[in-house]
């Protein structure tokens, strides 16, 4: 499977298995049949409350550990030095490994000492325990401050990204930065099969419209996506789209798609740019 590989450590599929809502044996069962499959990215997160079910997986299913990439996560209501430490401590623990390949900042807040928690995340790191590090849902005012003025070696950001939600600035910045962007709800949460353009694209080609979302993410130069899927029939599909080929017509018609149908912002969102 294409890899995206950074400066930063970052080695990373570009397709990943995204694992919330999952808990518990479904996910335990959907993450060992993902790996049977060939997925070898892993996206979870301490809120998700399944890395013990995804460290479950992984110590049963056949593939090596270090043959898996592992994304985990910590919540904004832990990033004080001690509560971030802690909750590293414990996603090690349930995922039952002594690194993650990375680890992101769920969610910034404003009840945080910046440069502290990046201190902090930059420290786990530098300890080899992380092995490379990074940030989700942050605007681009926030990665300018971290990434440009404090110099956090960031080798990934998260953020919601597919056909219905553009997010060209923060590519641009990824970009420059030598950072991976991953993309999260990459299926618009299935709705891109109700989208009727995507839907003629994807009768032109055979395919699912759910392949055609998917590959228009893969087909973009370091952007990676984290589809979840928990039956093997989707998983499959998705892991098919990279056998799509989509040419500059469909391009053009998904480029013409509105791009501002942002589907995930709680109550703690920051002001998006
Ligand atoms: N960093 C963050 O703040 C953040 C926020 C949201 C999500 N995420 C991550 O991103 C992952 C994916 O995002 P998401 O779950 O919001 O949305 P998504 O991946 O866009 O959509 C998931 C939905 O699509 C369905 N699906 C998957 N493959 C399909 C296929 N081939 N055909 C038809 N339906 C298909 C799934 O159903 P089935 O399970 O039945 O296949 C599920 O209902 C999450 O699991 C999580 O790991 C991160």
Redesign the pocket.
Known sequence: MQRIVNRHQLDMPKLG??????VGEECTRAVVQALELGYRHI???AA?NNEDAVGQALAQSSVPREHVHVTS?VWWDRLSPADMRASFDNTLRALRSDYVDLF?I??PTQDWDLARTIDTLVSFKEEGRARAIGV??FPLALLREVVEDMKAPLAAM???Y?VALGQVKLLDFARRHDMALIA???????SV?QMPEIQRIAAKHDV?P??IALKWLLDQQDVAA??????R???L??LQSFNLLLDDEDRETIAALPKDQR??SPPFAPQWD
């Not at 999260?184 to 299935?190: H, V």
């Not at 984290?226 to 039956?231: D, H, R, T």
């Open positions: 298995l995204g694992t919330w809502p999952m996206d979870t997160a998700y996560k992101l769920h969610w989700a849902n998260q953020v919601e597919h999260y709800s990459p299926l618009a949460r299935n099969a699912p759910t392949q984290v589809p979840k899927a928990g039956g029939a989707n998983q599909s998705n589907l995930v």
